[in-house]
């Protein structure tokens, strides 16, 4: 569904260039869950959005259901984002005043419902997050060091949520 061919990104900042991603080819399944790993600051947010059509590749090909991106205009990239991709972040990035209402029972937080995240521990939060990412059925889920706040047990309990929704999409 998803593949990505000899993708190379930079950053330019004054008159220093960074080169983010080098070369990056990979192929993924349907369904499947895939851990990218690496050091701060090696690319992985960055290939994370350039996959997720938050970011533009500078050379190379994204193949989405065989088709290249080459000529997506910004219309096809909001639709790609909007219909295929949910996003998980390390910091939940969720709405200070938004109370977590339906899809949270799939992620086991029918209890917490009229809770706002100030009223919920990490775990939970990234759980909402979880819940949100999937609420448009994505066939692809990305997720940033989606257990990068919380504590060991929790974080187990991510993984095993991720894990398990990796069964019918690409996390
Ligand atoms: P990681 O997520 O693995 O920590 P990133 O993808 O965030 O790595 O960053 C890869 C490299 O690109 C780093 O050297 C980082 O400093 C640089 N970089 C990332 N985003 C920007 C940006 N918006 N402007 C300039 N440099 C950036
Ligand atoms: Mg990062």
């Not at 059925?137 to 919380?150: H, K, N, Q, R, S």
């Amino acid at each position: 569904m998803l593949q990505l061919k000899n993708i190379c990104k930079s950053y330019t900042t004054g008159d220093f260039t960074q080169v983010a991603l080098n070369d990056v080819s990979i192929s993924f399944r349907d369904n499947e869950f895939v851990a990218i790993l690496g050091p701060s600051g090696s690319g992985k947010t960055t290939l994370l959005n350039v996959m997720g059509g938050l970011d533009h590749y500078d050379s190379g090909d994204m193949i989405v259901d065989g088709i290249s991106t080459h000529r997506y205009k910004d219309r096809d990239w909001d639709t790609f984002r909007n219909n295929r991709i949910g996003f998980v972040f390390q910091s939940y990035n969720l709405i200070p005043h938004q109370t977590a209402k339906e899809a949270l029972a799939s992620v086991g937080l029918s209890e917490h419902l009229n809770k706002k995240p100030s009223q919920l521990s990490g775990g939970q939060m990234q759980r909402v997050a979880i819940a949100r990412a999937l609420i448009n059925d994505p066939e692809i889920v990305l997720a940033d060091e989606p257990t990068g706040a919380l504590d060991s047990h929790t974080s187990v309990q991510i993984m095993d949520l991720l894990t398990q929704i990796a069964k019918d999409r690409l996390v």
